[in-house]
């Protein structure tokens, strides 16, 4: 087993690549603390890794929050000893993120507190967690969006996910010789709840898909395989890079007929 004996917490755990990612690491012997703010959707998951015969525990909390950051980290070193993997996930794309004129002052906030302060808020109090168990993993979710810019604007949903590279980067060189590594997972366009929310009729998601090589949406469970890997000691010299999962998008100058 990939990850036998390591404990993960996983943000954004209810649904999407955090669940395909819990269910993922639990059956490569991971303990699994699963948080989200969705309380009904946690318990959910961490039942069905617990019916599978996993260890998982359901921890309800808004990452954006520090005292329940804080409180979920704790939550998870009390649960199961320690702490080895934190996959800093959960993020929002709020349906009114526009351009630089459209976007709603709030919008920006909410987007900023969660897809990037959130990350933070997981690092300051995650890393104390791993530097105490001799070292570990993080794994942050950004976007191919920090990499490439897009017609269609959801600006500060790409502002919060470029921040998450710059900050992946930073804190991987200075935790390098800690034995804590940090790298950032660039997912594609999935058909997750995320995407599908805003891509809701046919010729969204075909206008979509026209600029994926692949021709298709990724599926969560992709992007958990990536994150298997940036969690298991099959890793242990790569840090500070932004992995791209994409399906070719940025790759591609022009996409196959
Ligand atoms: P999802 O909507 O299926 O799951 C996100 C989860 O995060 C939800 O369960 C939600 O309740 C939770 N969440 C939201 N705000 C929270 C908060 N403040 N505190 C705790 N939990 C919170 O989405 P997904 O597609 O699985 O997205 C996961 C991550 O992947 C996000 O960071 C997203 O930006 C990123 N991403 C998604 C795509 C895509 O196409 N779906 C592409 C690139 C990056």
Same mark, same amino acid.
């Given at each position: 087993m990939r990850l036998a004996s390591k404990t993960a917490l996983i943000t954004g755990g209810? +649904?999407?690549i955090g669940a395909a990612t819990a269910r993922r690491f639990a059956a490569e012997g991971a303990r699994v603390a699963v948080v989200d703010l969705d309380g009904d959707a946690v318990h959910s998951v961490a039942s069905e890794? %617990? #019916?599978a015969g996993g260890a998982a525990? #359901?921890?309800v909390a808004d990452v954006s929050? @520090? +005292?329940a950051v %804080? @409180?979920?980290v704790a939550t998870t070193e009390e649960a199961f000893g320690r702490l080895d993997v934190l996959f800093n996930n959960a993020g929002i794309m709020h349906v009114d993120d526009g351009d630089a004129e459209t976007t709603e %002052? #709030?919008?920006?906030?909410l987007t900023m507190d969660i897809n990037l302060k959130?990350?933070?808020l997981g690092c300051r109090y995650g890393i104390p967690a791993l530097r105490r168990a001799g070292g570990g993993s993080i794994i942050n979710t950004a976007s191919f969006v920090a990499l490439m810019g897009a017609a269609t604007?959801?600006? #500060?949903?790409t502002a919060s996910k470029g921040g998450v590279v710059a900050m992946t980067r930073e804190l991987a060189v200075i935790h390098a010789r800690e034995n804590i590594r940090v790298n950032a997972i660039c997912p594609g366009p999935l058909r997750t709840e995320l995407l599908m929310r805003v891509l809701d009729t046919e010729a969204k998601r075909d206008r979509r898909l026209v600029h994926i090589p692949m021709g298709r949406f990724g599926e969560a469970v992709e992007i958990a395989n990536a994150a298997l890997y940036l969690a298991s000691d099959e890793s242990s010299f790569t840090t500070g890079t932004e992995f791209v999962v994409d399906g070719g998008i940025t790759a591609a100058y022009v996409t196959p007929e």
């Open positions: 209810g +649904s999407g890794i %617990e #019916a525990v #359901a921890i929050v @520090a +005292s %804080e @409180a979920m %002052e #709030a919008v920006w906030d959130g990350v933070w604007p959801q600006l #500060a949903y």
